[in-house]
DNA sequence: AGCACGCCGACT
DNA sequence: GTCGGCGTGCTC
């Protein structure tokens, strides 16, 4: 320094660390040129030169003036931002998810960011008007591009690869960026374009009274014009107010074509305006009056849960179905936003975000931001940075809202907690937003309410050990009546021979007579397939998968025996394949014979299914939903997945078939995902005066499980699981860890999944409880077989097992790189 | 993720 | 003899 004063200022901060929108496991490091200097900051973005001929927008996480002595870094290209699109607390927030969901930094920067902040092929360029008075030798091709932007001002990275008819197009870009023929698209930094919508206003002239009449009479002829008009004048606050061409198109029901006319008869003027994406969701609610009062049960609560936040940074919030948690969580949203900080709403589906937003917006206004997926790019783009600049005060919205450039998060609300989708599957991170968002919390010093009226086995037990604070509303608005319990002795049912197939006569008479009332029947039954078991009734053999330790069910749609595990499948053998006997009996049965017999025991009913097997297809799922919802449908059986996404105003019984199946190992949920049913068909068909009604068919009615359903004592229910899981030594409290392999050829994969899961198994030992599963399913045309590693989550063991599972994963994509690795945490 | 390189089998 | 598939390695 001393010696070499013109070296001074190059000391400072020249390399730039950033995270690529790649799943690679380390950042990356850009020189940053003398130009840029100063401009490169922590938090934008930045274009930047990846490999031979790719350009990424990364993101700069943290600026060194160490020289890279192993490599020549390259230069960062251009800054595209001008201030930084994410905090600090945003960045301890993506780092400890990738640690934790052990994925790379940029993969979380890919589920984090909107599409419009981050931008790979879509890369805009432009050319360079001064270049064209200059000399430059050109390719032939590089001469084409130059000339197509002479007319087309913009080209994508896409359409000059199309252009060309070719994949490598890259090189080329750069080479035309060193040329200076073009350079790259400010649009790349604009991040979202406007949103912009027709609005109308009726010409001046006919502010006069008289004249208005004129043009009445005027469009006697022309009835939906005058429609129009009539609509126009009804949203209009005044005669020459301006209304969005499409209101009152939507209003009155015209085409665009008639309002076209009108503004060239003059009779509106048109005017183009730029709108906010969040004030075009806006109307259409305007605020509705006071806050409604709390119950005296609400008012306890909500003193409860103040108490209790005083000495916990999270409080469950466990009431009933209809007891009225939104009014708590609006109270406490509205404190939140009075301290000055920030507040988030997490709703497990974007399908309830719209009642809900409904809702918090009547109470918060404009302070209000929906955010979810089904957002276009746009949209999202301007709710970030209203949450960033702290415009937004309140954002609703799905897992992805997490990600939100908040400021000062004072309140995390994750409603309905227990709902699995919460969880993220399948681009890396697979995170959970409710644990997630309890960290995110930890890192505002925030505070967080789950609530549910059906807790997760894992929230209850933070609860009950004291990890979070516990406040219950068991109390229904208009004492709401539970549903009548009715518990099924099969086995004595069968010996009196009052049982068809696998239902009870008493079962089957009140399908009957729900069906009769146009009401709805959910039979639940936790098994998919026809028969989960066949055995050879002369020499016992049952047919098992190759790979995993269980037996094949039969699936009598696709004809093949399956193995649930792995997904192998064979076709069913006429005689056993060990004696040749023709006797093989059929032990048990699966929704798709419940639906196929009572097909035939109730011919004129109406009946439908909801399983794996049958919502493979995109939209089936939902399909098969509405159709339920419409009334299309009378009886819908299914698996767990009833419990999911169903409007349950109709329904007025539940059936649960074989409920000793729902407290068997390794039935995790099953149970509680029948108390799920249970509690919201009652919640629902409380809110009228009648009553629902709950078949519970059982080989064991005396079981402590069942009697506990039927006091409704969810507490003590629950409780017991608990503690039952324990005396199984296998605690409720586990983490799941699955391990994803994915490779093209499936045989190759099989056996690496093989040599994998030895390989945890030798370093893990003793803490590997459950077997090893391969499971394979097919993703596109990739095969992904998971290795699944349950893990008591003891308070060292989860950083342990990270520990060797890091281990495992770095010696296995050592010795096979083809192989793609991924890790998925499961909270239970 | 992409892309290049090198190794194999299968073709005009 | 080359073409092209696939496994492997690398990208600041």
Redesign the pocket.
């Known amino acids: 320094m001393d010696h070499a004063p013109i070296s001074a200022d190059r000391e400072v901060k020249l390399f730039a660390?950033v995270i690529l929108p790649?799943?690679?496991?380390?950042?990356?490091?850009?020189?940053i040129p003398d130009s840029l200097s100063g401009k490169v900051v922590p938090g934008k973005r930045v274009a930047?030169?990846?490999?031979?001929?790719?350009l990424y927008s990364a993101l700069v996480r943290r600026i060194t003036d160490s020289f890279?002595s192993?490599?020549?870094?390259?230069?960062i290209l251009e800054v595209l931002d001008d201030e930084p699109i994410v905090n600090d607390v945003q960045f301890s927030f993506w780092d400890w998810m990738a640690s934790y969901y052990m994925c790379s930094k940029g993969e979380v920067m890919m589920a984090a960011l909107p599409a419009s902040l981050k931008l790979?092929?879509q890369t805009q360029i432009v050319l360079n008007r001064d270049s064209l008075e200059r000399e430059v030798t050109l390719s032939e091709n590089e001469a084409l591009i130059q000339q197509v932007l002479q007319q087309q001002q913009v080209l994508s990275v896409r359409d000059v690869a199309s252009l060309l008819n070719r994949?490598?197009?890259?090189?080329l870009i750069k080479s035309l960026l060193d040329k200076g023929i073009v350079y790259v698209s400010e649009q790349l930094s604009q991040g979202y374009r406007p949103r912009t919508a027709v609005y109308l206003q009726l010409d001046p002239a006919y502010r006069d009274t008289e004249k208005l009449k004129e043009l009445y009479q005027l469009l006697e002829k022309a009835p939906r014009q005058l429609d129009a008009l009539m609509t126009y004048m009804r949203l209009a606050k005044h005669r020459t107010g301006w209304v969005p061409k499409k209101d009152v198109a939507e209003e009155s029901g015209v085409s665009s074509g008639v309002i076209q006319a009108l503004i060239e008869k003059e009779v509106f003027h048109a005017e183009i305006r730029e709108v906010s994406r969040l004030a075009a969701h806006e109307t259409g609610f305007p605020p509705e009056g006071n806050a409604q009062a709390f119950s005296p049960a609400q008012e306890r609560a909500y003193h409860q849960t103040r108490t209790q936040l005083q000495s916990r940074d999270a409080v469950l919030l466990h009431g009933v179905t209809a007891s009225g948690k939104t009014l708590i969580y609006i109270k406490l949203i509205e404190e939140c936003l009075e301290k000055g900080q920030q507040a988030l709403y997490l709703l497990p589906e974007i399908a309830i975000t719209e009642q809900m937003t409904r809702r918090l917006r009547a109470r918060f206004g404009n302070q209000l931001a929906v955010y979810h997926s089904r957002f276009n790019d746009n949209e999202r783009g301007e709710i970030w940075k209203k949450v960033s600049q702290g415009t937004c005060r309140l954002v609703v919205g799905a897992r992805s809202a997490l990600f939100l450039p908040f400021q000062k998060l004072g309140l995390i609300i994750v409603d309905e907690e227990h709902e699995n989708s919460y969880k993220q599957f399948d681009p890396a991170p697979r995170y959970h937003a409710r644990d997630s968002a309890l960290y995110l919390a930890g890192l505002h010093r925030a505070q967080t309410i789950l609530g549910s009226a059906t807790p997760s086995l894992e929230t209850f037990y933070n609860a009950s050990e004291g990890k979070y604070g516990l406040v219950k509303l068991p109390q229904r608005y208009g004492d709401v009546m539970l549903p009548e319990t009715v518990v099924v002795d099969m086995l004595r049912e069968s010996r009196k021979k009052a049982t068809h197939s696998h239902f009870s006569g008493l079962l089957l008479e009140e399908i009957r007579k729900s069906v009769e009332q146009r009401k709805q029947v959910i039979l639940f039954r936790n098994r998919r397939g026809y028969v989960p078991l066949l055995q050879c009734h002369t020499c016992g053999y049952i047919p098992q998968c190759l790979n995993c330790d269980i037996s094949l069910t039969y699936h009598r749609s696709s004809e093949k025996l399956v193995c649930h595990y792995c997904g192998y499948s064979e076709k069913p053998l006429a005689s056993c394949p060990a004696c040749g006997s023709h006797h093989m009996e059929q032990k048990g049965f699966g929704t798709e014979k419940v639906e196929d017999e009572l097909k035939i025991l109730l011919p004129e009913v109406r009946i439908s299914r909801l399983d794996l097997d049958n919502t493979r297809s995109k939209n089936a799922f939902q399909q098969i939903l509405n159709d339920f919802e419409d009334g299309k449908v009378d009886v819908l059986v299914g698996t767990q997945m009833v419990t999911k996404g169903l409007d349950f105003h109709n329904v007025n019984l539940v059936g649960i078939l074989d409920a000793d199946s729902l407290f068997r190992y390794p039935d995790f949920r099953s149970f509680e995902r029948s108390y799920q049913l249970m509690v919201q068909v009652s919640g629902r068909s409380g809110r009228r005066t009648e009553r629902g009604k709950v078949i519970i068919q059982t080989t064991s009615p005396g079981h402590p499980i069942i009697d506990l359903v039927l006091q409704n004592d969810y507490d003590a229910f629950y409780r017991s699981e608990i503690e039952e899981r324990r005396q199984f030594s296998y605690p409720p409290f586990f983490r799941l860890i699955t391990v994803h392999l994915?490779?093209?050829?499936e045989e190759?994969l099989a056996e690496k999944a093989a040599s994998f899961a030895s390989l945890v198994k030798s370093r893990f030992g003793s803490r590997v409880l459950g077997p090893q599963i391969p499971l394979v399913s097919r993703v596109r045309n990739l095969y992904l077989r998971n290795v699944l590693i349950k893990i008591d989550r003891e308070k060292d063991s989860l950083s342990k097992v990270k520990e060797i599972l890091g281990v495992c994963l770095t010696e296995m994509r050592?010795?096979?790189?083809?192989?793609?690795i991924q890790v998925d945490v499961d909270p239970l």
């Not at 994915?742 to 050829?745: A, L, P």
């Not at 050592?814 to 793609?820: Q, V, W, Y």
């Open positions: 660390e790649l799943a690679l496991p380390v950042n990356y490091t850009y020189r930047v030169q990846f490999g031979k001929s790719r890279p192993r490599y020549a870094p390259k230069e790979s092929s994949k490598t197009v890259m090189p994915k490779h093209k050829n190759y050592a010795r096979h790189k083809s192989l793609l």
